[in-house]
């Protein structure tokens, strides 16, 4: 007998369910999708004990009868493919058949389901479907223990218990159960994003996590679950671009239909949320991508992504970014990875490049401005963003405040660590849990009780104890602001601008808050730079300016270094680059490693105005420069290149570098030529550097992605001091 043999196909179930089931979340994602590829419109999910429990998604889509419910958890069973060129074309969720089989293969599964009488979009008139009826399927371990008829609303309900109850060693593996349920979460919360015409709950052993019913708008829906200090800290990006030519090849001439009509390449569609240049993260676990609704992790758009905040922020932060990415369905390719959590595409360099220009563009066109309150505390972190805050907490765990970008939501702290499988706990110790009176809202005026007793006679005056009352409950009204500022508060006096500039919008629909927080950034911009009226210098080092919005602080180093970098990249475009001779030629030592770096980006040195050749084994010696620097300036910046040159060297591709090296001696000369602090300027020479730095296309930070310029707002001004 032979040693090879076919494995039966519960132990291949098994080994399935390893590729795609590791954990309670790639359960939920299963059946999540499976529901959304349904045409479900009301998603509920509900889990016990981080999922290892119970498992259980409700859907209201076109359902199974029981044939079809049989099959379902046959391997490779599916309704969505039928030919092998089909997988050219993928345009739902789920294809292989393989989930349904591997998750009852490890766990006990119950399934209820049952078709909708007519089918989607038929008329009333239309015959229905004669297998009406519910079907009550119950599997455990893979094995089929009871099939039944049952009365059934429309749709599927699917429950998984005791996930991994027969393979303890896969069990043992599980985190926390907070951690568990931080998985789940996340994952809920990102597909309710990418769907907000449907409606998502989340509902653990305890309290509702998430609840977000259907909205118009995905700016709706992030106001809905994170709300408007997150929404506040993004900024939204659109953008379309046709494509010139298919990505799939054209099929040989003997497969080709002559009366066929040529196909149409279709565009490429990218709308989201990307950060302000003042939110960074410490990684990269605040990035979320969308292909065609699906969520994945792709290197290539990540890195398209940091290409984009290239200069702007520092590079070892990174922004939080929620892209939804629309493509032809041939264009990429979701078969290539067990999870489907990572695709490749037919034109990676064309995709690449749509989502960097895209991004650079918006922040050219955005200029966001940074509040000098909010800088205090935008130190870059490592707790992923966009994580949802529970709609009910319970006793003891922190109550629904900011849960704004990083700052993870109460309840699910365990998806903040940037540790995938971190096995932080929820909360910390619980609080005794009490009950306090609300205090009534003190009313002024005053009651009508001074020409009444309290005597038994004047009880029976009920219009007297009407009026009291009335009086007594009667909303108090907005106290007055003075008049000598008034004129002022143009943008506090909207009916709610007070409720806005408190921190509360209860009471407003997701629409209406999410116009107002829109309307609120696109009047904090840096358009109005030119415009600002300088002050004075604080410390010789600072500008302190005003404008109609409020009081700027502008960093008079970081400003000039960000206006230089633009113009010797400019000058570098049309070679035309400033360069000075020295006296006596400059000698720098260097390493060995350093003189091997340094031969290799000679070429672009002399490009950026370097005539530098070397003297000796390990001596350069310079001899002409850049406009602006000096002698110690000068071997600091060179060595620095060099340094950083060095760093980078194996990264990318060859023109990616030499793009990367173009602006990193950019930035270096322009920081060691840039007006110093601690350096005095006449009011005409502010007044110029206002106006240059009004120029430039990335005003709000310097090349290294230190911020320039921070508003201290009118309303903030007016709010320190009690005015609102």
């Known amino acids: 007998m032979g040693r090879i043999r076919i494995l039966p196909d519960q132990v291949a179930n098994q080994i399935a369910a390893g590729e795609v089931v590791d954990r309670p979340a790639s359960v939920v994602k299963e059946l999540l999708e499976n529901a959304l590829d349904a045409g479900a419109n009301r998603i509920r999910i509900e889990v016990e004990a981080g999922g290892r429990r119970l498992i259980r998604v409700a859907d209201d889509g076109h359902g199974m009868n029981r044939d079809d419910a049989l099959l379902a958890f046959e391997r490779h069973a599916t309704s969505k493919l039928r030919t092998a060129d089909d997988l050219l074309s993928i345009a739902t969720l789920g294809f292989r058949g393989e989930a349904l089989p591997s998750i009852a293969s490890v766990a006990r599964v119950i399934l209820e389901t049952c078709p909708r009488v007519s089918a989607p979009g038929a008329s009333a008139e239309a015959p229905q479907d004669q297998s009406s009826a519910g079907t009550r399927l119950e599997i455990a371990g893979g094995k089929i223990l009871h099939v039944d008829d049952a009365a059934l609303p429309p749709g599927t309900t699917l429950a998984v218990a005791d996930l991994f109850f027969n393979t303890p060693a896969r069990r043992k593996f599980l985190r926390a159960e907070s951690t568990e349920l931080a998985h789940v979460t996340a994952l809920v919360t990102h597909y309710a994003l990418a769907h907000p015409e449907k409606h998502f709950e989340l509902v653990s052993a305890t309290h509702t996590i998430v609840s977000a019913p259907p909205v118009a708008r995905t700016a709706e829906r992030i106001y809905q679950i994170f709300g408007k200090d997150t929404l506040a800290q993004l900024l939204p990006v659109a953008a379309e ?433 840039a007006i110093k602090v601690n350096t005095a300027l006449d009011p005409a020479r502010m007044e110029w550097l206002l106006l240059e730095l009004a120029k430039t296309r990335h005003p709000t930070s310097c090349p290294h992605g230190r911020p320039i310029a921070l508003l201290y707002s009118w309303k903030e001004i007016l709010r320190a001091f009690h005015r609102i």
Not at 255 to 279: H, I, M, Q, W
Not at 386 to 393: D, K, N, V
Not at 399 to 426: E, H, I, L, M, Y
Not at 645 to 671: M, P, V
């Open 241 to 673: 671009i046709p494509l010139a030519h298919p990505g799939l090849p054209e099929p040989p001439p003997w497969k080709r239909d002559p009366d066929a009509p040529a196909l149409n390449p279709g565009t490429l569609c990218l709308t989201g949320f990307y950060s302000k240049p003042e939110l960074q993260k410490l990684n990269r676990n605040s990035i979320y991508i969308f292909i065609n609704k699906r969520l994945i992790r792709d290197r290539l758009l990540i890195h398209a992504i940091v290409e984009a905040y290239r200069n702007v922020i520092p590079p070892t932060s990174f922004p939080v970014v929620l892209l939804f990415i629309e493509m032809p369905p041939e264009e990429v390719d979701v078969n290539v990875h067990p999870a489907k959590t990572e695709v490749r595409f037919r034109q990676q360099s064309l995709v690449h490049d749509f989502v960097r220009d895209s991004l650079r563009t918006a922040l050219i066109q955005a200029r966001p401005a940074a509040a000098f309150l909010a800088a205090l505390d935008s130190a870059p972190a490592a707790s992923p963003s966009l994580m949802p805050m529970p709609a009910s907490p319970l006793p003891g765990v922190p109550g629904p405040g900011v849960s704004g970008p990083g700052v993870p939501g109460p309840g699910v702290s365990g998806a903040a660590d940037s540790d995938p499988r971190s096995t932080q706990d929820f909360g910390t110790e619980a609080e005794p849990f009490k009950l306090t009176p609300r205090l009534p809202t003190p009313v002024p005026g005053n009651l009508p009780f001074e020409a009444r007793s309290f005597d038994r006679g004047a009880w029976g005056d009920q219009q007297a104890w009407g009026e009291a009352a009335a009086a007594l409950f009667q909303p108090a009204a907005h106290s007055g602001i003075d008049a000598s500022i008034g004129a002022g508060l143009d943008e506090c006096s909207h009916p709610l601008g007070v409720e806005i500039a408190n921190g509360s919008a209860n009471g407003l629909s997701p629409a209406a808050a999410t116009a107002l927080i829109e309307a609120e950034q696109a009047a904090t911009t840096l358009n109005h730079l030119g415009s600002l009226r300088p002050l004075a210098q604080l410390r010789e080092s600072f500008i302190l300016a005003a404008g109609d919005d409020g009081l700027w602080i502008i960093d008079q180093h970081v400003a000039h270094e960000r206006v230089l970098f633009e113009k010797i990249l400019r000058d570098r475009q049309v070679e035309k680059v400033q360069r000075q001779r020295l006296l006596m030629p400059l000698l720098v030592e260097l390493k060995p490693w350093q003189m091997v770096v340094f031969a290799r980006i000679a070429e672009e040195l002399d490009q950026n105005g370097f005539e530098v050749e070397p003297f000796g084994p390990q001596t350069l010696a310079v001899k002409a420069a850049p406009a602006g620097l000096d002698g110690a300036a000068l071997e600091r910046m060179l060595t620095q290149v060099i340094e950083q040159s060095h760093s980078d060297s194996d990264e990318g591709k060859s023109n990616e570098n030499l793009t990367a090296l173009r602006t990193r001696i950019a930035a270096s000369i322009a920081c060691h030529s």
